[in-house]
């Protein structure tokens, strides 16, 4: 019985992987396709006359950053701006120090809005109800704009069908170790993102500093409010579903706060990761819908299977960690725990036969294309590879992603039980 479990266990394990491992792969090929296509001219618009440009800040909790974020957006090189803080909820002082920096504006059009505790979603719609512009911005009360960031961003703004315009978004001088690989992961995502842009199959329009359309989010009812994780991915899908167009800018800038320990990392993540699953599972009959194409074909699915990959790496990895550590205390064992005369005993008679020429390819040939990503995605942003050093750099290859893992395997979990959370 025993024998026969091993064996099972050693298939399921190795099956498991090879789908983890062509799935992956084809996706790389698809986008390594999209990188040796000769990216579209961008348009820009000249404006006559620079539109009023609402920003809504949802905030809560967030004393120690919210004269920084508000000041940022006070000081772009925006000549039209209406300022709307919507303070969720907060017993912290946000509120008063969100009314502290108004009052030091006292020429600019800044609102301070209180509310009861009713999530991010609910927040951003008090906003968008005061917003009088025929665009806006939500800015998240961790991030900071760059001054030229709005003008770039409305440049975009084409034509009719362009609902949303979003920066390129990188982590604001990361001090710890652990935001020092968000930095990585940042950089090398705003690379997928640009390849994304050019095929219109964008997934997520992260909080920080995003233009959109007034009139479009008004007319699909503002941002969900029914307890969803992560309201900007939600409408995101929403505008994709309703053949919305939205436009990747790499040359406006926005910085946001990294999570600076394990904890904050693995609740913001989880979130992150829940809402994506949660949403996608939702618009799944968007999945492999032609009627949307690239993102119905390429972006739906790997919504939904993302996850699973992770998972499948950290459930074999596991195993094959384990495998030898059990299999040591058996033959301890079968010699009552006599490890001299094991070690007499041992011998290694591997040869090059034994070697499987196959995963070694394929890890090989991974490898290859993670480092060949890794290091476009700083020509693209134009960040060093090695301005956090190349120790960090090389966890970040080997070891980050795992971590990742962990978070979807918690995600599961959660998932099972039942377990919710909010903002």
């Known amino acids: 019985m025993g024998v026969c479990a091993c064996i099972f266990m050693n298939l399921l394990a190795q099956i498991l992987l090879w789908i983890a491992a062509i799935v992956s792969m084809y996706f790389a090929v698809f986008w390594f396709l999209v990188i040796l296509d000769t990216p579209q001219k961008i348009q820009r618009k000249h404006w006559k006359e620079w539109p009023l440009l609402s920003v809504i800040i949802p905030a809560y909790q967030e004393e120690d950053c919210i004269r920084e974020t508000m000041e940022s957006v006070l000081n772009a090189d925006y000549p039209r701006l209406q300022l709307i803080v919507v303070n969720d909820g907060s017993t912290d002082r946000t509120e008063e120090r969100a009314r502290a920096i108004a009052a030091r504006y006292p020429s600019r059009d800044i609102t301070i809005l209180s509310q009861k505790n009713a999530g991010k979603g609910a927040a951003l719609n008090a906003g968008l109800k005061l917003a009088r512009g025929e665009f806006f911005a939500t800015m998240d009360s961790d991030s900071y704009v760059h001054a030229d960031a709005p003008k770039k961003l409305l440049s975009y703004f084409t034509a009719e069908d362009i609902a949303a315009v979003v920066p390129a978004m990188k982590v604001r001088t990361p001090k710890n170790f652990l935001q020092k690989l968000q930095w990585y992961e940042y950089n090398v995502n705003m690379f997928y993102k640009e390849l994304m842009g050019r095929l219109d199959a964008l997934h ?110 950290i459930v074999t990895g596991v195993y094959y960690g384990v495998k030898p ?84 395997a918690g995600v599961a979990v959660d998932l099972l039980r039942g377990k919710r959370q909010r903002w």
């Open 204 to 313: 997520v329009i992260p909080g920080p500093f995003p233009i959109y359309r007034t009139e479009v989010i008004r007319k699909l009812k503002g941002f969900a409010t029914d307890g969803n994780l992560t309201e900007d991915l939600e409408m995101t899908l929403r505008l994709q579903r309703n053949q919305h167009r939205i436009v990747q800018a790499m040359d406006a800038i926005v910085e946001t706060i990294a999570p600076a320990t394990f904890k904050e990392f693995y609740a913001q993540r989880n979130r992150w990761f829940k809402g994506s699953l949660l949403n996608a599972m939702e618009y799944r009959g968007m999945t492999f819908n032609r009627a949307f194409g690239d993102f119905g074909m390429i972006q739906m699915p790997t919504l939904l299977i993302s996850g699973a990959l992770a998972l499948i790496l």
């Open 325 to 408: 550590i059990i299999t040591l205390g058996y033959h301890l064992a079968y010699v009552n725990f006599d490890i001299l005369t094991l070690l007499r005993n041992l011998h290694w008679n591997l040869t090059i036969f034994d070697l499987d020429f196959m995963s070694i390819a394929l890890t090989v040939s991974m490898l290859t294309m993670s480092l060949f990503v890794f290091f476009l995605a700083h020509r693209i942003t134009r960040e060093p590879v090695l301005k956090h050093g190349w120790f960090t750099a090389s966890v970040f290859l080997l070891l980050y992603y795992l971590a990742l893992g962990v978070v979807w």
